[in-house]
């Protein structure tokens, strides 16, 4: 399942987040992570795999909130990666779950792993 967090759908329609102007990034998780949609922050999900860095080059337009690939250099763990979040960095606020994500699962063993968006026009997901 990919979706939007409630938490995020209320602060984008507030105007407390913003996907263009604040630091997005995607933690990954293994395959004990669900999604509930009562959590708000990243703490609330789980222990992460890795933290991951910004997204750069976000855009915003018709609806769909796009950006570069993400990269992960070096990843490694015992257990393979199943599920991406996006979140907010200063605050950990949750802004999508994704457990259907091109590659997934897989075993990290060191090597660079790149998160490609795979929505439409390279969105990450869209309102």
Same mark, same amino acid.
């Given at each position: +399942?990919?979706?939007?967090?409630?938490?995020?759908? %209320? @602060?984008?329609?507030?105007? %407390?987040?913003?996907?263009? @102007?604040?630091?997005?990034?995607?933690?990954?998780? !293994?395959?004990?992570?669900?999604?509930?949609?009562?959590?708000?922050?990243?703490?609330? *999900?789980?222990?992460?795999?890795?933290?991951?860095?910004?997204?750069?080059?976000?855009?915003?337009?018709?609806? +769909?909130? /796009?950006?570069?690939?993400? *990269?992960?250099?070096? =990843?490694? @763990?015992? &257990?393979? &990666? /199943? *599920? #991406? *979040? =996006?979140?907010?960095?200063? !605050?950990?606020?949750?802004?999508?779950? +994704?457990? %259907? &994500? @091109?590659?997934?699962?897989?075993?990290?063993?060191? #090597?660079?792993?790149?998160?490609?968006?795979?929505?439409?026009?390279?969105?990450?997901?869209?309102?």
């Amino acid at each position: +399942m990919n979706t939007l967090y409630p938490i995020a759908r %209320q @602060n984008f329609l507030t105007g %407390q987040l913003n996907w263009t @102007n604040n630091d997005i990034r995607i933690a990954l998780f !293994d395959n004990t992570v669900n999604y509930t949609p009562t959590h708000t922050t990243i703490g609330q *999900v789980g222990t992460p795999i890795s933290l991951g860095s910004t997204i750069l080059n976000r855009t915003a337009t018709n609806g +769909m909130a /796009a950006g570069s690939p993400t *990269v992960y250099n070096g =990843l490694t @763990n015992p &257990v393979e &990666v /199943a *599920v #991406a *979040v =996006l979140y907010r960095s200063t !605050d950990g606020l949750l802004i999508a779950y +994704m457990d %259907q &994500v @091109n590659g997934f699962t897989f075993l990290p063993t060191g #090597a660079d792993y790149t998160l490609s968006p795979g929505g439409t026009n390279g969105a990450y997901f869209s309102l």
